[in-house]
């Protein structure tokens, strides 16, 4: 199971930490990805780091203010978000596909199976 957690209400150009905590003891054996949804749109890529944490995949609206990380003894990734923008403003989700030591980062959200609950990020002007 996965748990999403550290959304709040934020200032533009203020930052955030996102954890995305994991119970099973296969964590580390499966890439997480973010995904991010305003209410009415589609859920969109955000960012997907490997299961080693060699390899780390972004969307471009995101590329060079968001970073993500995983921690393996802690069964936990991390999104660090940077100079937020109210355009950031949805839920963001963490997630894990079925197949375990997948070479290539997926960023299709219909690739994903194991989705945690949400959590909320609210940027204001």
């Known amino acids: 199971q996965l748990q999403a957690s550290g959304g709040g209400l934020v200032q533009a150009g203020g930052s955030l930490r996102l954890p995305c905590a994991a119970s099973?003891?296969?964590?580390?054996?499966?890439?997480i990805g973010w995904f991010r949804q305003v209410r009415g749109k589609e859920r969109e890529f955000v960012a997907a780091?490997?299961?080693?944490?060699?390899?780390?995949d972004y969307a471009d609206s995101v590329k060079g203010r968001f970073a993500i990380s995983r921690d393996n003894a802690k069964n936990t990734v991390y999104l660090q978000i940077n100079t937020l923008k109210p355009e950031d403003t949805a839920v963001y989700y963490c997630?894990?596909?079925?197949?375990?030591?997948?070479?290539?980062?997926?960023?299709?959200?219909?690739?994903?199976?194991?989705w945690g609950q949400g959590t909320q990020v609210t940027v204001s002007s």
């Open positions: 997630a894990a596909p079925s197949n375990q030591y997948g070479l290539k980062l997926l960023t299709n959200p219909y690739e994903y199976d194991s």
């Open positions: 099973g003891h296969t964590f580390s054996s499966y890439m």
């Open positions: 780091v490997s299961w080693n944490n060699f390899n780390r």
